[in-house]
Nanobody, 122 residues
Framework: QVQLVESGGGLVQPGESLRLSCTASDNAGRIGIMGWYRQAPGKQRELVAKITADGTIDYADFVQGRFTIDGDKSKKTMYLQMNSLKPEDTAVYYC????????????????WGQGTQVTVSS
């Protein structure tokens, strides 16, 4: 099964920036859609941004131009650049991949990373 590993979370002050990374395991071939989701305590998991294999990008309304999603296919890595962070951005951020074909050409189940904590506080 293809696995995802996130990194880059941490504690920052309001207005500061973080860059999250999500790297797929070596057996990942083609991934149809990769996305970032977040879940704050007591709230449902919500979409932050997603990018398709052909480069189509969607952002949640609350991003308001502050975040940028991009990817490096050669490194099998997706990024989320988060600027102008607010306390309400505090959450565990998860990487997600759907429509996965592994390096052997087999379809793999949709998968989630383990999550990385982002805390925005003064």
């Amino acid at each position: 099964q293809v696995q995802l590993v996130e990194s880059g979370g941490g504690l920052v002050q309001p207005g500061e920036s973080l860059r999250l990374s999500c790297t797929a395991s070596d057996n990942a071939g083609r991934i149809g859609i990769m996305g970032w989701y977040r879940q704050a305590p007591g709230k449902q998991r919500e979409l932050v941004a997603k990018i398709t294999a052909d480069g189509t990008i969607d952002y949640a309304d609350f991003v308001q131009g502050r975040f940028t999603i991009d990817g490096d296919k050669s490194k099998k890595t997706m990024y989320l650049q988060m600027n102008s962070l607010k306390p309400e951005d505090t959450a565990v951020y998860y990487c997600n991949a759907v429509s996965i074909i592994d390096s052997a050409g087999k379809s793999q189940p949709d998968t989630w990373g383990q999550g990385t904590q982002v805390t925005v506080s003064s």
